[in-house]
């Protein structure tokens, strides 16, 4: 006699089939990078001791010293903790973080501990291998009983305006020890340049609308591969809080950075050029033949320097760096930042009304500009 319809095995089957389907359908690019990178995204925690010297009001009081002398100020111990995000980059356990997240300034040396979290449950202690205030990365190094599981560098000068990006990492020190927050936005500009700030020059910084708030600070952000292609690093906003505007410094940059550390443990920008520059404004420019106030006034020339020996003379003006304008002498600075000794930069120079290209090999400093 023939059964009517499908056998239970075949439902069974069939549902299953479903199930899968759907499963199949919520898996995206981005669910799968996130797999990908979130083991090795950690918390890092910097705990240490400042000093505060303290004077009770009364003991300033003359009435009071007239009588009883003067009194020291006494000391109080004062615990100071730092939380924000890292990744590994390597199996061994380098793992890359932001300066400021690990600066230890003003601590007690012995005081100060290192301390990284893993998704996992896992925590290590970590020692500083170097830090570059200047670009605000930090390497650090934790001994590891197996190898870990770790990040790869994309190329930030491939990124697209648009293109989907991920952050990752502990906002506000909330999950420390447990699974990256995770945050999804796009490109939304590249090469934002920032006048310094506190020590640190942030240049060609991708922008990105993927949420960062405190505690952010360290943590990759990758693309859809799960290539890092930042640091997430700031925030711009009104009230202190995440306002749309978030800023990441590239991988192309960090590499270099990183790879300098591992090496020496810090980065050398002892670069000579011999050069002394000042600001153009519009009666010099018009002076110079020059249509606007544009560049920086080469003020005067070290003898026998790479400069002279380039052919810079005073009353050139150099209008770029290896093709990226240059504004003031800040902006000149900032630039050079990017070299090191032995490097040959191109500087663009207007000279009796014309343009010309010069090449200029860096030297390293004498001891007495370092």
Do not use: C
Not at 144 to 149: A, G, I, V
């Amino acid at each position: 006699m023939a059964q009517d319809g499908p056998s239970v095995s075949d439902q069974e089957e069939a549902r299953l089939v479903t199930q899968q389907q759907v499963a199949a359908s919520r898996q995206t690019a981005i669910t799968r990078a996130v797999q990908k990178v979130s083991p090795a995204v950690v918390s890092v925690n910097v705990l240490g001791v400042r000093l505060r010297y303290q004077t009770p009001f009364f003991l300033n009081d003359p009435f009071f010293q007239y009588f009883f002398g003067y009194r020291r100020p006494y000391v109080i111990e004062q615990q100071v903790q730092s939380v924000g995000s890292g990744f590994v980059i390597s199996p061994e356990g380098y793992i890359v973080t932001n300066e400021h997240v690990i600066d230890v300034e003003g601590l007690v040396p012995e005081s100060v501990r290192i301390t990284v979290a893993f998704p996992d449950g896992k925590r290590l202690d970590a020692r500083i291998v170097g830090t570059d205030p200047i670009t605000d990365i930090a390497l650090l190094k934790v001994e590891p009983e197996r190898p870990l599981h770790f990040l790869t560098f994309g190329r930030s000068s491939d990124v697209l305006v648009g293109e989907w990006v991920i952050a990752l990492g502990n906002p506000f020190g909330l999950f420390e020890a447990s699974e990256p927050s995770v945050t999804v936005g796009v490109i939304s500009a590249t090469g934002r340049d920032f006048k310094p700030q506190e020590g640190h020059v942030y240049r060609d910084m991708i922008q990105t609308d993927a949420a960062i708030n405190q505690g952010n600070s360290g943590g990759p952000l990758v693309n859809t591969l799960g290539e890092v292609i930042g640091v997430n690093t700031f925030i711009i906003s009104p009230t202190g809080q995440y306002a749309g505007l978030s800023f990441a410094v590239p991988s192309d940059r960090v590499k270099r950075i990183v790879r300098e550390l591992q090496e020496k443990g810090r980065v050398d920008r002892s670069i000579y050029t011999g050069l002394i520059v000042r600001r153009m404004n519009a009666r010099i420019a018009r002076a110079l033949g020059l249509d606007e106030p544009r560049g920086v006034l080469v003020d005067r020339v070290d003898p026998g320097s790479p400069a002279d020996r380039a052919g810079i003379r005073p009353y050139d003006v150099i209008l770029a760096i290896d093709g990226e304008r240059v504004n003031d002498p800040i902006d000149a600075y900032t630039k050079l930042l990017d070299y090191r000794p032995g490097d040959v930069v191109r500087f663009l120079i207007w000279r009796d009304g014309k343009e010309h290209e010069v090449k200029l090999k860096l030297e390293k400093a004498p001891e007495s500009y370092e």
